[in-house]
């Protein structure tokens, strides 16, 4: 799990996610969040522009290592946290607080998901109330009935061959063209709702609607 420097719109959420044996990194000034929580990370990456003294002293006296890297770098401090996850054999990633804030971050983000260094990970951002993660092939997305559910064509083609179960508007082999929104908005009508496409790529964007007074 990595946390960003972005917005948790439900942090306490994404703490129950978290299982013994899931590796915490913080990136720079993600670190904030893990300090709020009291989640100590793994490790520390980034040039530590935007990461406090006080939690970077925080977090070193918990145990973490702290990786620091020159301001001018090509990468984000997000890439180089998942460039040091696929370099530790992590496949499963969670990247929370990689949305909401600064726009150019949260975009440029999202566009992280396409790389091509990453498209064999299983990797998802979050903020405790969307997910949002792409498809190629097959995926599924585990929720609440009721829970909104959006599918975007992404990259440079149509997404063809699209088929869905679990939705309210389903789709049977269908086209969801660039540009336009017909994939917005739908709604999970089981626990677990599949979707598969023959070409092209799906951002998908599953949207938790509160239940009971609570994100679950």
């Known amino acids: 799990m990595i946390f960003a420097n972005g917005e948790l719109r439900s942090p306490e959420f994404i703490k129950t996610w978290l299982q013994p044996d899931d590796v915490v990194i913080a990136a720079d000034g993600g670190l904030a969040h893990c300090c709020r929580l009291s989640i ?18 925080w977090a070193r006296k918990h145990g973490a290592t702290v990786l620091q890297y020159p301001p001018a770098k090509d990468e984000t401090d997000l890439e180089l946290c998942l460039n040091w996850a696929m370099a530790q054999g ?6 929370v607080g990689g949305l909401g804030g600064r726009s150019d971050h949260a975009l440029a983000n999202i566009l992280l998901l396409m790389a091509q260094p990453y498209q064999g990970l299983d990797l998802r951002l979050d903020d405790g109330v969307e997910e949002v993660w792409l498809v190629h ?27 869905t179960s679990g939705l309210k508007y389903p789709l049977n082999d269908e086209t969801l063209s660039l540009g336009r929104s017909r994939g917005v908005s739908n709604i999970l009508t089981a626990e677990i709702g599949t979707i598969s496409l023959t070409s092209g790529w799906l951002l998908c964007i599953h949207t938790r609607i509160p239940h009971g007074g609570a994100y679950a």
């Open 40 to 57: 100590v990370p793994a490790v520390v990456i980034g040039d530590l522009d935007s990461a406090s003294p006080i939690d970077l002293a």
């Open 90 to 95: 992590c496949g499963s990633l969670r990247i």
């Open 137 to 163: 092939n097959q995926t599924t997305v585990h929720g609440n009935i009721g829970d909104l559910f959006s599918l975007l064509p992404f990259g440079s083609i149509d997404a063809k061959g699209v088929t």
